[in-house]
């Protein structure tokens, strides 16, 4: 999901780019005729001549520009687009064409300031020779997913839809449909790549034409390989160059490693892509060019300081760097495989290691600084990505496009979490009393990072939180963090900052106590959040807005669900809406437990709302995507859980039969890879263990004996996918493709405990071998995140759960222990204690990454209610004729 759009518009919340205050200079199409239909959809302005035809899909028409020129190609090309009366759309303003031609935008819509759409080939091909006639001399960004109209270096074209022709995934988002050939509807592929369906040929391309290329010459960025999904530069070759491997993408260009052919040197090159990678009114190119003259400079005033520059040169349309390949993985990265807090069982030898070798790395970043400082520069954006560390510990600074000559004016810019978070005019006048301020301030949280993970979002909002992470570090390393790097870390941040958060102190005198008013600020927080007549109820995450804004994970359902948990009142007005809309959107809405209709359901049938909670679930199990996906969180398995939650409310023992009846749906075997999520995937939400779940309650409730087996088979064969987690352990990897070992709720190590915790009266000795170790990754002492599904508060969440369903002795103790450490994340506000979500940007609601389900994972500890993460223990609970096994 694309996070920039969301960034912008407000200081504490992801919000849709079209809400910010100020959108810059206002771009007008003058011509367009009064009696054309006007509308606004997002950051677009749309017009349609009257009586146009409605096509829904065809050759859709781009015209780009170059930011400087961008009302004057509007003017030309709206007078076209009037003229043969086509309907046409463009950007509304300055901030909308910069967001979207960012450095760190989303790459197969960059370059789209204007989309018009004529109504058959002919007339593509009429409008296409009156744009490049209007636009000639233009220059425009490549959208990588067109072709170019011949000379032109604006306008482009790619076949496409024109009317939204959705179908929905099972993840709840819109997929949007185009015919083929054949009147097949396929998806709209908007790639990187020129892309057609199968049957579908491109009719402006001919021997007779003789066109510039269809897709540009070979470069890195993009290869003449046609209908590839992603671009590669394996064997790609120009300049006396070699590209063998990306290194990384962006809206800007590329990085690459390649080998000069001449000599066999393996070298570094940075790719910058024409009108693309804006930022502050200048283009990747110029940054690029930039850093170029810095990098000379320095060379030859202060060698060894920066990375040697080779060359610099165009091909094509692009810019290219070339310097000395600096060995190394960022700072980032380091720091994710070697902080201690992310290895189970890290004690005080391998913190005193860890702290010792961030000590030689900060004080290598401190003399490096220093003299670049001497050789007259301020780097600007100290931030790990721009630091490489090899594999001796040995330091180097890497992207000069922002280092500026002290004391001459700076785009004052840098990496969130890094970079001062202050008004712009307090900024400039702090820079010019001391030009390294900004360098001095990244140090700082370089030092945070080093010192306590992931949490420098945190510290430069919530100060105070630096005596809980330094508290948490003494009780999980067993000695203090050394004085020198408490010092570096809190140079420019003041830890005895006043909030009404309690201190560490208070917390261990009374925990209960203190997690109990955590509870309380974060319930109070969440209903000040709420906006019942908002686009969204409460701050969601980007993927709220793509989403169903009243799911489970992360829309209203969810929230309301927890604070419900939490016995606080949620206003009417909050319930009517996500009642209202979610009958309304019934039809289109997926199906799913944790994507749809399912999902809410469940909440409105805990709210007393039985009969719409019949209506939502009959939809959901009606639902076409259904058949795709046999999952808990997507698919069948969700669904007929939510008949046994239902159940418990109405006592209607149809309930019953149609869980069985879905559970036959789902296949076994080999047969039931296709309807998982993703080839080798694993966890509770979208993998085999979110099945075993309905298999135990089917067993438990009915008395079936297969679904007892199938359901301990399922258990055993994810626990064969696991890995051994850091430490201790184990860990499972996302999928075949995504490697990444997670402990975590929605997949990983505690959803699994989850689930075979439940299985443990008749689990073989491997199976709760692999319950205990699942369970011991689940202690993990650091996380990235606070929420539920993938964070800190779903590992709290089920080592509450697995002390009540084993009774393990100190398992209490272990979830209150856990638990404490979510005080290193929360951030005190007027209204209570709020808390960051997806991506660290900004604050959410959602019971997904943010506020919601904190407050879930707090009231499961503090007060021990059952199916608080939509099980039906309770059912079973009231029947105690139903044994086990």
């Not at 010792?356 to 900060?362: A, M």
């Amino acid at each position: 999901m694309d996070y920039l759009p969301y960034v912008q518009a407000h200081r504490d919340f992801y919000r849709p780019l079209e809400e910010a205050e100020d959108i810059g200079t206002v771009y007008r199409a003058n011509v367009v005729p009064d009696d054309w239909r006007r509308n606004q959809s997002g950051i677009w302005a749309m017009y349609r001549p009257p009586g146009a035809p409605t096509v829904t899909h065809g050759w859709k028409v781009h015209v780009s520009a170059s930011y400087k020129r961008v009302q004057d190609v509007l003017d030309a090309a709206a007078a076209v687009c009037v003229e043969q009366e086509v309907p046409f759309k463009h950007l509304r303003s300055s901030l909308f064409f910069i967001m979207l031609h960012h450095k760190q935008a989303y790459r197969p819509q960059s370059g789209k300031f204007i989309a018009a759409y004529p109504p058959d080939e002919a007339a593509a091909r009429k409008l296409m020779e009156a744009l490049a006639r209007a636009t000639s001399g233009e220059e425009g960004p490549y959208i990588l997913g067109d072709r170019r109209w011949r000379e032109s270096r604006v306008v482009s074209y790619r076949y496409g839809a024109f009317e939204t022709i959705p179908v929905m995934l099972p993840d709840g988002v819109e997929d949007f449909m185009v015919p083929d050939g054949t009147g097949q509807l396929v998806p709209d592929v908007r790639g990187l790549t020129f892309t057609l369906p199968t049957g579908i040929t491109d009719p402006f391309v001919s021997a007779a034409d003789t066109p510039v290329p269809a897709r540009k010459p070979q470069t890195p960025e993009a290869p003449e390989t046609p209908r590839k999904p992603s671009p590669e530069a394996d064997g790609v070759s120009f300049e006396g160059l070699r590209f063998e491997k990306v290194l990384r993408h962006s809206n800007g260009g590329g990085a690459y490693r390649a080998v000069a052919t001449g000599s066999g040197e393996e070298v570094f090159v940075k790719e910058a892509r024409p009108h693309t990678g804006l930022h502050r009114g200048g283009a990747a190119p110029d940054y690029l060019a930039h850093e170029h003259r810095v990098l000379r400079t320095l060379d030859e005033h202060a060698p060894g300081l920066a990375p040697k520059p080779l060359g610099f040169f165009r091909h094509w349309e692009h810019s290219y760097l070339v310097t000395e390949l600096v060995p190394g993985r960022s700072l980032l990265e380091w720091v994710t495989h070697e902080y201690p807090g992310f290895v189970i069982g890290a004690g005080a030898e391998e913190y005193g290691s860890y702290w010792q070798r961030s000590r030689r790395i900060l004080e290598q970043l401190t003399a490096r600084l220093k003299r670049l400082h001497g050789a007259g520069y301020a780097f600007l954006d100290v931030s790990p990505r721009n630091v490489l560390v090899d594999d001796d510990d040995q330091v180097r600074l890497i992207d000069f496009e922002t280092a500026t000559r002290l004391g001459e004016p700076a785009a004052l810019f840098g990496t969130p979490g890094f970079f001062p978070d202050e008004p712009s005019d307090r900024l400039e006048e702090r820079m010019r009393e001391d030009p390294t301020y900004c360098d001095r301030y990244g140090l700082a949280a370089l030092a945070q990072l080093l010192a306590f993970g992931m949490k420098h979002h945190v510290i430069q909002r919530e100060p105070a939180v630096l005596h809980h992470l330094s508290h948490r570090l003494s009780e999980d390393a067993g000695v203090p963090l050394p004085h020198d790097l408490w010092e570096r870390a809190t140079a420019f941040t003041s830890p005895d900052a006043a909030s009404p958060l309690p201190s560490p102190r208070q917390v261990d005198d009374d925990p209960t106590g203190c997690l109990r008013r955590l509870q309380q600020a974060t319930a109070d927080a969440l209903l000040a959040m709420a906006d019942p007549e908002g686009r969204v109820v409460f701050p969601t995450v980007p993927n709220g807005y793509a989403t169903h804004q009243h799911g489970v994970p992360y829309g209203t359902a969810g929230i309301v669900h927890a604070l419900r948990l939490a016995e606080r009142t949620v206003p009417d007005a909050v319930l009517e809406r996500m009642r209202t809309e979610s009958l309304k959107l019934a039809d289109r809405a997926a199906p799913g437990l944790h994507t749809g209709n399912a999902g809410i359901a469940w909440v409105l049938a805990d709210l007393g709302m039985v009969e719409e909670a019949r209506f939502l679930l009959e939809a959901a199990e009606k639902h076409p995507v259904l058949a795709q996906r046999a999952t808990l969180g997507e698919g069948i398995a969700g669904v007929a859980l939510t008949h046994l939650a239902l159940y418990r409310h109405d006592g209607d023992e149809s309930h019953l039969t149609a869980a069985s009846r879905l559970r036959a749906r789902i296949p076994d075997g080999a047969e039931l890879a296709p309807v998982l999520q993703r080839e080798g995937v694993t966890g509770l939400l979208h993998g085999r263990v979110g099945i075993a779940l309905l298999d135990h309650y089917l067993h438990r409730l009915l008395g079936d004996e297969d679904a007892k087996r199938r359901g301990l088979d399922l258990l055993r064969e994810e626990a064969a996918m696991a890995d051994p987690y850091p430490g201790g352990g184990i860990g499972f990897r996302v999928s075949t493709v995504d490697q990444r070992l997670y402990p975590y709720l929605h997949r990983g190590s505690a959803g699994f405990a989850l689930v075979g915790a439940r299985f443990l009266p008749v689990a073989d000795e491997d199976l709760a071998v692999a319950v205990h170790r699942a369970i011991q990754a689940s202690t993990v002492a650091t996380t990235v995140y606070a929420g539920l599904y993938e964070g800190h508060s779903g590992l709290v969440f089920a080592l509450a759960e697995h002390a009540r369903l084993t009774g393990a002795p100190h398992g209490h103790a272990a979830a209150l222990h856990a638990a404490k450490g979510l005080f290193s994340h929360a951030v005190s506000d007027p209204s209570g204690a709020r808390f960051h979500g997806e991506y660290l940007m900004k604050f959410t609601a959602d019971l997904w990454s943010g506020s919601a389900g904190v407050l879930l994972a707090l009231t499961r500890v503090l007060d021990g209610r059952p199916d608080m993460f939509f099980t039906v223990d309770a059912l079973l609970d009231a029947d105690d004729t139903l044994p086990y096994g």
